[in-house]
């Protein structure tokens, strides 16, 4: 493979390469190297950053020099992508002069693959920026615009009153002067604050907010859009969308016109591009009446419609890896091997199969909440008002009595005890330290060392303390031999077969009798990490405050998590859940998920069900839900639900899009992409995309005949909540393991902080499986085991920590000094 690549290379990639990766002559050791030539390859290797013109400027130097390499991305392409990953995870690991000692035919492959995929990534973080500038844009001025107004409004309360008060001075003086008339029975500055609260409801305040916009864009955002517009090439398999591509390629040919009014409107789109809301602010007309476009307005308007379809993926951009064609998302052979693909996925080819099935489960769900309807004290359906549906809150299950007392003999009986030992009780059962290979060519450590200086990496990752920390604690491994270990061994795949095979082995030892049978289902939910915020994926989350990353993990029953993903806090929970069920890699099989009142979409539902598994949300908005009708005119069959009855399903869209829907979700089910890029496409932003229309569709009708269930049964509801609260007592412990730094990702490296978060949840699972172990050991005892109700294995958890010390062994010597005038001396 190695020859393959590098003959594919042509002579002036091979020089381009050797003077990234040149050593002088006379640097026999390579400290030259480090000191003179490292800093290009560092800095091919530096993540992008956050937004600003610098990190974009310094981006867009990276492309056109990576570009200059020409490397074959064609042949390239070819190649398996899993060998790609890990030649790319050794280059990547290796210093410019540790490239140079290996034989050219390696070197240039190595080098020409870590270009290649490094220009993949820089060119889709480049993406990332446009959109996040084009955010800002708007954003920053109606924060700016708020925090004007928060200062000086007051809401003014009873405003009928004052209208009739200032409506009966009026007609009883209707010629009187207005300061002596008005202003005593109101008041001039409850009339000044009157005129404020319209302005920042009405158009006044988003004419504001528009101004502010064009001066923070024309003197400081259009320095950064017009560097990447020149360096991102756009596309678009959609003719519906060509007015945009078309727009962007006036702006970029006339990116050096300064003039405020574009008047030539023959060659310039408008339709399609800029939204009819937006023309009056667009559109100008001269002192002659003559129609001209404000540019500043015009380049705004076609940078928002730019940011909605790269969002959607209706234009995507040559070179991108996450926004490549969404074609390439999709099997290639769906057309040809079709029969297969339906079968694998359990569903039936025909349509109208598929249409009869779900009328039939959609009637008969109506049909069964109206009839138990009166029966059902908890529930009560409302006939006027927005919220309906109205449901008596669960009560809280018993205390469970004897739990506290098996808690304090586990104390008693592993007492403080070390969780870097549970690190390595779990690893020497359960050997996953044998999964991680070294990235090198070869290395001369020797097993058990490679293992003890595994489990310190893994400790320092997880609970956040540092490698440099855990080396100056006198475990035998300094800080540059965990560092090569971190970088030559770690790498998030292998990490999560390590976290499968945990899972695997707690699934394999626990007793049925006191964790009951297998379970088939999970509840996901996320987490909010700090985290630095001088790159790409730390976000200022709006409910929680503050900056950070999202973790979303996958919890079965008995507090064993299955899956974690490091997410934006702006990021769909539907992708992320749906990407947890399919891609977890354990002996568990999904039926049933779990989400709280962000996970659920009609999307989501409609997904969900064409991939084989019940999505099954908490709804705290349940109160304004509607259920749809299976025909036109059957209303009439649910008198008791007449009050959230809305429209019949529209059949004919699911019957049309069933071939596409069914492509789709073979993408997801196969892993062609990542769930976030396959359902990016379907979001409200893309609402005329027919599939979208179909899925919301479907989802209308499996969201439906959920809610008849939700609605009429409370052991439902109270299964739903179980399980969301055993991931939320998963997400009270990360705080426990994860307190270096202040339980903040101390990183601005997405590959680090994916570490950071996959090591947090491999050492949270061995403390379950160790756990799990010692309750066992406890219950055993027929003693102990005769104590126990039905409530207490019902809240029996693994995942205690009482018993548990995570910093290490303090020791104390009065005897023993610090040398501090000896060192001054």
Request: net charge neutral.
């Amino acid at each position: 493979m190695f020859n393959r690549i590098t003959k594919g290379l042509n002579p002036n990639t091979k020089a381009l390469i050797d003077c990234l990766l040149s050593v002088a002559e006379d640097d026999v050791d390579g400290s030259a190297a480090l000191s003179n030539t490292f800093s290009s390859v560092s800095w091919l290797k530096d993540d992008t950053g956050k937004v600003g013109l610098d990190r974009i400027l310094q981006a867009v130097e990276k492309i056109n020099y990576l570009r200059d390499l020409s490397i074959p991305g064609e042949l390239l392409a070819s190649l398996p992508a899993k060998w790609l990953q890990k030649y790319y995870r050794r280059a990547a690991s290796e210093s410019a002069w540790e490239l140079r000692r290996h034989a050219d035919v390696i070197c240039y492959a190595l080098a020409a693959v870590f270009c290649w995929q490094r220009q993949m990534e820089i060119t889709d973080n480049l993406i990332d920026l446009l959109i996040q500038v084009v955010h800002n844009v708007g954003k920053r001025a109606e924060n700016k615009m708020d925090k004007k107004l928060l200062e000086d409004l007051k809401l003014v309360h009873g405003k009928t009153g004052l209208l009739f008060k200032l409506a009966e001075v009026a007609v009883a003086q209707p010629e009187g002067v207005i300061k002596d008339v008005l202003y005593p029975a109101v008041g001039l500055e409850t009339l000044k604050n009157l005129v404020k609260e319209y302005k920042s409801s009405g158009n006044a305040y988003q004419e504001e907010v528009h101004q502010v916009v064009r001066r923070s864009y024309g003197n400081h955002y259009r320095r950064m859009i017009v560097p990447l517009l020149d360096t991102l090439e756009f596309r678009s398999n959609n003719s519906n969308h060509k007015p945009v591509l078309d727009a962007l390629s006036f702006l970029i040919s006339n990116r050096e016109y300064r003039g405020q009014y574009f008047t030539d409107l023959a060659d310039i789109p408008i339709a399609g591009v800029i939204k009819s809301k937006q023309f009056d602010r667009v559109i100008e007309q001269d002192s002659d009446g003559n129609d001209r476009i404000n540019r500043i307005n015009y380049e705004i308007g076609v940078l928002q419609a730019l940011r909605e379809r790269l969002r959607s993926k209706e234009i995507w951009v040559a070179g991108a890896c996450r926004y490549r064609n969404p074609d390439e998302d999709l099997p290639g052979d769906f057309a040809s091997n079709s029969d297969t693909y339906y079968e694998a996925l359990n569903l039936p080819k025909d349509p109208e199969e598929l249409i009869a099935k779900l009328k039939a489960a959609l009637g008969k769900a109506l049909k069964h909440t109206n009839k138990q309807m009166p029966k059902n004290p908890l529930v009560k359906i409302i006939p006027i008002g927005k919220n309906r549906i109205r449901i008596t809150p669960q009560e809280p299950q018993a205390e469970p009595e004897n739990l506290a007392r098996l808690k304090a003999e586990i104390f008693s009986r592993w007492p403080a005890t070390g969780l870097l030992d549970v690190l390595k009780e779990a690893d020497l059962r359960v050997e996953f330290t044998k999964l991680f290979q070294s990235s090198r060519q070869r290395e001369i450590l020797n097993q058990d060392t490679i293992q003890k200086r595994l489990l310190l990496c893994l400790f320092a990752l997880g609970t956040n303390a540092g490698l440099k920390r855990i080396a100056a604690s006198g475990q035998e491994a300094s800080y540059k031999e965990l560092l090569h270990i971190r970088h030559s061994f770690l790498e998030k795949n292998t990490l999560r077969e390590a976290i499968a095979q945990v899972v695997n082995a707690t699934l394999s030892v626990r007793l049925p009798e006191i964790w009951g049978e297998g379970t088939t289902s999970c509840a996901s939910d996320s987490k909010k990490l700090g985290a630095w915020d001088q790159n790409l994926m730390t976000e200022w989350h709006v409910r929680y405050g503050g900056r950070g990353v999202m973790i979303y993990w996958h919890v079965e029953g008995q507090s064993v998590c299955i899956y974690s993903q490091l997410k934006r806090c702006s990021s769909s929970e539907v992708t992320a859940m749906i990407e947890g069920v399919l891609r977890h890699k354990t002996d568990i099989d999904i039926q049933k998920t779990y989400t709280d009142s962000h996970g659920p979409s009609e999307v989501g539902f409609a997904f969900c069900y064409l991939l084989g598994f019940s999505l099954m949300p908490r709804l705290k908005g349940v109160a304004s839900q509607k259920l749809y009708l299976p025909e036109k005119g059957s209303s009439a069959c649910y008198r008791n639900l007449e009050p959230i009855l809305t429209r019949p399903i529209n059949w004919e869209l699911i019957r049309q899009q069933y071939d596409e829907m069914v492509k789709y979700t073979t993408a997801l089910k196969l892993g062609t992409a990542q769930a976030e890029a396959i359902l990016s496409r379907f979001t409200r932003n893309n609402i005329p995309h027919p599939t979208y229309k179909a899925l919301a569709e479907l989802g209308k009708v499996i969201k439906t005949i959920f809610l008849c269930q939700y609605i009429i049964s409370e052991a439902m509801r109270q299964e739903i909540h179980a399980g969301l609260n055993v991931v939320e007592n998963w997400n009270s412990a990360n705080g426990f393991i994860f307190y270096g730094d202040g339980s903040e990702i101390a990183s601005n490296r997405l590959e680090d902080q994916e570490l950071s978060v996959l090591s947090l949840h491999l050492l949270q699972l061995c403390l379950v499986y160790v756990n799990t172990l010692m309750i066992q050991q406890v219950l055993k005892e027929s003693i102990w085991h005769g104590q126990m109700t039905a409530a207490d294995f019902r809240a029996l958890t693994p995942l205690i920590y009482a018993h548990i010390n995570p910093y290490g062994w303090f020791e104390l010597d009065m005897g023993k000094r610090l040398p501090i005038e000896r060192m001054a001396a």
